[in-house]
């Protein structure tokens, strides 16, 4: 893997066609904003451009321009395989992993295109051809930003700059995490200028759009959270039960978690999702506490201050258990004094839990 700078980035681009992007599985507001501000960009240079994701475009993010274009891989189809086949270049964006790419890392891996990494999570896995990657850069779009700047920033019109910012926004809670700097707002301020356009249509869009079960959901794990380590680690949960009673789908955990680090002195902040096949957890955190090392040690990862991890086959009850049971380890938090595995309340939680569950 050989680093590229974002002017080689951009050399490269303008080297291949046609080029295929991609990104990883449940693709978020930089996922979906990175591709479709590089595509549009792309063609205007007269390259032929593919976006294929594993995963469906979530619908709150069908209003970005272009959304239309993002195609779901689907082994049986023709004109995708003809598109991986002929592609001369392959894009990955926002994720350096194959796993996180999901159906598609095979024939990306396996097939005969260059293969660019454009990112910024950390601990890049090896085997991408070339990669313009910083792990400190507040959001992909960023980087993209900063290729476009080494090429042709005056092709950057609306339908460039609206999925760009959207990306540059929702990876920075709207530009409050500890990621933004003045070089964030630098490059967002060219982007608006260059793109003509304002930020409130496209906050709106995003954020006065939740469905009633989202907020709903929102209140029942709001009820939920608890704290540990005298209140420096805060966490909820949500189970198959609480969605339902929710009347709410899993797409509408979004933010969840960041209502949990949003509690005063609580620094890493928690979400326990209880599927079928394991528990999810997702983690959060201000400042200089890191949970991507956290995250890691449970096989997942992610950024310093907002990470993941799926715990295959652990129950709801012992993913709590082992994942609090660790924070001492990876965000120095002292140790607490023994106790058993769940709390009263935790305990009493489960079990109302787990009837709502029998009884439904
Ligand atoms: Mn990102």
Redesign the pocket.
């Known amino acids: 893997m050989t680093s590229a700078s974002a002017a080689d980035a951009h050399a490269l681009l303008d080297a291949h066609d046609p080029i295929l992007l991609t990104t990883h599985t449940s693709p978020?507001g930089?996922?979906i904003g990175s591709e479709l501000g590089l595509a549009r960009y792309l063609r205007q240079r007269g390259k032929r451009v593919t976006i294929l994701n594993d995963d469906d475009l979530p619908d709150h993010l069908a209003f970005l321009p272009g959304a239309e274009e993002v195609e779901v891989f689907a082994e049986a189809s023709v004109e995708q395989k003809k598109a991986l086949a002929e592609a001369e270049l392959a894009v990955a964006l926002?994720t350096n992993a194959a796993e996180r790419l999901g159906a598609l890392a095979e024939p990306i891996q396996q097939g005969g295109a260059e293969v660019l990494l454009i990112d910024?999570h950390t601990e890049p896995e090896g085997w991408f051809d070339h990669a313009f990657q910083r792990d400190t850069a507040a959001?992909?779009a960023e980087l993209l930003c900063e290729v476009i700047e080494a090429g042709a920033p005056e092709l950057i019109d609306a339908d460039v700059a609206t999925p760009l910012y959207t990306?540059l926004m929702t990876?920075t809670g709207s530009f409050r995490y500890s990621s933004v700097t003045p070089r964030v707002h630098r490059t967002t301020a060219t982007l608006l200028q260059r793109g003509g356009i304002s930020p409130a249509p496209i906050h709106s869009a995003l954020y006065d759009n939740r469905s009633l079960a989202s907020l709903r959901l929102l209140g029942r794990a709001l009820d939920r959270i608890r704290l540990r380590y005298d209140g420096f680690v805060g966490y909820t949960t949500v189970t198959p039960a609480v969605l339902e009673a929710a009347g709410a789908g899993p797409e509408d955990k979004h933010g969840l978690v960041g209502h949990v680090l949003s509690v005063a002195g609580v620094g890493a902040a928690l979400l326990f999702t209880e599927t079928q096949g394991g528990t999810k957890v997702s983690f959060r955190s201000e400042g200089d506490t890191h949970v991507d090392g956290w995250a890691r040690s449970f096989g997942g990862g992610g950024h310093r201050n907002a990470s993941g991890a799926y715990l295959e086959e652990f129950s709801l009850a012992e993913a709590l258990d082992d994942v609090l049971a660790a924070a001492p380890q990876h965000i120095g938090v002292e140790p607490e004094e023994a106790r058993g595995a769940l709390t009263g309340e935790d305990a009493a939680d489960l079990a109302a839990a787990m009837k709502a569950q029998g009884a439904g």
Request: glycine content about 12%; proline content about 0%.
């Open positions: 978020d930089d996922a926002d910024h959001a992909t990306g990876d």
